[in-house]
Every structure is written in structure tokens, then in C-alpha cells.
């Protein structure tokens, strides 16, 4: 059984366009979060939702739009794709806020904005 | 601010040990952790030490914590070519990790 799923694997498409990343957890966790990670790998934290509330929100564009419908999903919508977006997003989930709390992450899908 | 550094590259022969290396600066961190990425796929938790431990060792990973120093290490003994990925430091913070950028290691046969 998949753990932490994500929708699609693969997105390409064009500037300006809105795209939408799904994120699913079967595992019965509390907080879930959004990752970016670009082309060098480096991993940053984009957004974390606790019970289906905002707990953080680093310092990304307006254009980036979580949305949480239950504990079990955490969705990204994107409008205005840019060049610069083009990198993997990972979703990933723990049983509570991290500090001691193992993140499950999902398999990533790459979105590439031509 | 919290920042984790670790060198980019790793090169071993199969056989060898790997020593990664890792730094961060968040002195109330309670948990460190090593998560290993392989290509195409996610982050995958490795093991983790609690900030009152030394050293902790599982099979052939061995993690090494200098707290006074905020430095932390991962040994890989007898380095396989499926070790071969990208290893990523990270403390935690009130409600997130923070990650270093990742060590390429790279196991020749």
C-alpha cells in the first residue's frame, strides 16, 4: 500500500498556465507538507498544514495555493506557471509537527514549465 | 536563522566507508536526521539521533554527534553500489526539518 501518493508523477506544460499537484496520505497523520526541490537538489520547505490549518508558510509566491480538504489530503494549485517553477514537489507527511516525528515523503512529481 | 551544510560530493570504492559530514547551527534542535534519496524517488528516513546521544549505530550505519560543535557524521560501512544516492542531513525545527543540500555519494565497483 502507497504511503504518501502524489498526482500526477509527471506535469509539463506551458508559462501561464494554473496546474494542480494532489497529495494523499493513508497513514493516519496529523501534518502534511509541500517540498520544492530544484534542479541542484536542494530541498526547501514551501508550506505545512497541521489538522487542516496553516502552520507554515515560507516565503513563497501568491501564486502557490495550498489547499487542505481533510487530514488525509494536501493539494497544491499554482496559477501563472513561470520558468522558474520547473523543479520536483514533494509532498510528505508526519504524525505530528516535526521534532521527533519521522516525514514520510512521496514518490514527487516533476513539473516542467516550458 | 537555521542552516544545515554538508559537502556536495562523495566518491568511494565498493568495500570502503563513507564518512558524511554535516553541520547545522539550531543548537535547540532535539532530533538530527539522515534521510537518503535515491534517483527518481523520494526522501526515505535512514536513522536519526536524539540530541542527548553521542553516537548511535544500526548494522552499518554509525552516527556520530558532536553537539559542542554542532557537527554530525554518517558512517556507511563496507559501501555498496546501492548506497549510491544522495544523503541529506536535517534538523528540526518548532514544526519542520530543515535539510542541508545533499551529499552525492557515488560507489564505484
Known amino acids: 500500500d502507497t504511503a504518501v501518493s502524489q498526482t500526477p508523477k509527471y506535469l509539463v506544460t506551458q508559462m501561464g498556465n494554473d496546474k494542480s499537484i494532489k497529495c494523499e496520505q493513508n497513514l493516519g497523520h496529523d501534518t502534511m507538507y509541500w517540498y520544492k526541490q530544484d534542479s541542484k537538489k536542494f530541498l526547501k520547505i514551501m508550506f505545512s498544514y497541521n489538522n487542516k490549518e496553516l502552520i507554515i508558510n515560507e516565503t513563497v509566491p501568491n501564486r502557490f495555493s495550498p489547499k487542505s480538504p481533510d487530514k488525509a489530503h494536501l493539494n497544491l494549485h499554482i496559477n501563472s506557471l513561470e520558468l522558474g517553477d520547473s523543479a520536483v514537489y514533494f509532498c510528505a507527511s508526519s504524525p505530528g509537527l516535526a521534532g521527533g516525528h519521522e516525514q514520510f515523503f512521496g514518490p514527487g512529481t516533476r513539473l516542467t514549465v516550458l | 536563522g537555521e542552516d544545515v551544510e554538508q559537502s556536495l560530493f562523495l566518491s568511494v570504492r565498493e568495500g570502503d566507508s563513507s564518512v558524511i559530514n554535516c553541520t547545522y547551527t539550531d543548537s535547540s534542535s532535539t532530533y538530527l536526521y539522515w534521510y537518503k534519496q535515491e534517483p527518481g524517488a523520494g526522501l526515505q528516513l535512514l536513522t536519526y539521533i536524539f540530541s542527548n546521544m553521542d553516537m548511535k549505530q544500526d548494522q552499518r550505519l554509525t552516527v556520530l554527534l558532536n553537539k559542542k560543535d554542532k557537527h554530525l557524521s554518517l558512517r556507511i560501512a563496507d559501501t555498496q553500489t546501492g548506497d549510491s544516492a544522495i544523503y541529506f542531513c536535517?534538523?528540526?525545527?518548532?514544526?519542520?526539518?530543515?535539510f542541508g543540500k545533499g551529499t552525492m555519494l557515488l560507489v564505484s565497483p
Open positions: 536535517a534538523e528540526t525545527g518548532y514544526s519542520t526539518l530543515t
